[in-house]
């Protein structure tokens, strides 16, 4: 027996119908995808401005925007931001809170430090960070200094000072120290001095978030080079290994 055209046009309809319903309502549990990718929660608290953001776990490469300060760009008392080839982590990456964060400084001469700073030659190691008030001809003070956004140079922040200087250096005489990491691969072309700048990140204090940092550091002479980032600090989860780098 052959179906009449008005059966077809009613089982046409329930078809539409149905597939509607499916693109509007989704697909049933048993087909709903597990989710494997990262864990994005947020910040809403506001208490924080340097943290009200996104904050990105398990993530390779963190999508926030670099800050914008007076000091960041070149121009005015940022003279020499050229000085500063490279950092770990870069910009957008993550870095852990048991981990380092490092700073390349290069000149034609040995950069300039704390007048009369002690460092461990073997290692790199800061047993005085030196004369940390006396202010360089440009105003600003001479040891190398790491801020928090928004408490930056400008805002009258708080400094932290490298717990390692490895490298070509000057405290008021040239020296040099050792036990230098390899320069990361996307490193600007260095000069002929060059000085790793090493903080802890314990020694900072910054817990699992995403921040905006400020680095300052004086070049061979007098000039000044002050870098603007943005990084992510994570807590390592035990499959990292000893280095706690990023998990592939």
């Given at each position: 027996?052959?179906?009449n055209?008005?059966?077809?046009?009613?089982?046409f309809?329930?078809?539409a119908?149905?597939?509607?319903?499916?693109?509007?309502?989704?697909?049933?549990?048993?087909?709903?995808p597990?989710?494997?990718?990262?864990?994005?929660?947020l910040?809403?608290?506001?208490t924080?401005?340097?943290?009200a953001?996104?904050?990105?776990?398990?993530?390779?490469?963190?999508?926030?925007?670099?800050?914008v300060?007076?000091?960041?760009?070149?121009?005015?008392?940022?003279?020499?931001p050229?000085?500063?080839?490279a950092?770990s982590?870069?910009?957008?990456?993550g870095?852990?809170?048991?981990?380092q964060?490092?700073?390349?400084?290069?000149d034609?001469l040995?950069?300039l430090i704390g007048?009369n700073?002690?460092?461990?030659?073997?290692?790199g190691?800061v047993?005085?960070?030196?004369?940390?008030?006396?202010?360089?001809?440009?105003?600003?003070?001479?040891?190398?200094?790491l801020?928090i956004?928004?408490?930056?140079?400008?805002?009258?922040?708080?400094?932290?000072y490298p717990a390692?200087i490895?490298g070509?250096?000057?405290?008021?005489i040239?020296?040099?120290?050792?036990?230098?990491?390899v320069?990361?691969?996307?490193?600007?072309?260095?000069n002929?001095?060059t000085?790793?700048y090493v903080w802890?990140?314990?020694?900072?204090?910054?817990?699992?978030a995403?921040?905006?940092?400020?680095?300052?550091?004086?070049?061979?002479?007098?000039?000044?080079?002050?870098?603007?980032?943005?990084?992510?600090?994570?807590?390592p989860?035990?499959?990292?290994?000893q280095?706690?780098q990023?998990?592939?």
């Amino acid at each position: 027996m052959g179906i009449n055209t008005g059966a077809l046009y009613i089982i046409f309809i329930m078809l539409a119908i149905s597939g509607f319903a499916y693109v509007a309502s989704g697909p049933t549990p048993s087909q709903t995808p597990v989710l494997t990718g990262p864990e994005v929660v947020l910040n809403g608290q506001g208490t924080n401005k340097s943290r009200a953001m996104l904050q990105l776990y398990n993530f390779n490469g963190v999508t926030i925007t670099p800050p914008v300060a007076n000091l960041c760009s070149k121009g005015g008392a940022n003279t020499r931001p050229d000085i500063m080839i490279a950092t770990s982590p870069s910009q957008s990456s993550g870095v852990s809170s048991d981990g380092q964060i490092s700073l390349w400084v290069s000149d034609k001469l040995p950069p300039l430090i704390g007048p009369n700073a002690k460092v461990v030659k073997s290692s790199g190691a800061v047993k005085d960070q030196g004369d940390t008030t006396t202010p360089a001809p440009d105003g600003f003070f001479w040891p190398p200094q790491l801020y928090i956004f928004p408490a930056t140079e400008e805002n009258h922040g708080k400094a932290y000072y490298p717990a390692y200087i490895k490298g070509y250096y000057n405290n008021g005489i040239p020296l040099v120290s050792y036990n230098s990491d390899v320069l990361p691969p996307n490193a600007l072309p260095k000069n002929d001095y060059t000085v790793e700048y090493v903080w802890n990140v314990s020694d900072i204090g910054l817990t699992d978030a995403d921040y905006n940092i400020e680095f300052i550091a004086h070049d061979g002479t007098t000039g000044l080079g002050v870098k603007c980032l943005s990084i992510r600090v994570y807590t390592p989860p035990e499959a990292e290994n000893q280095k706690n780098q990023l998990p592939l």
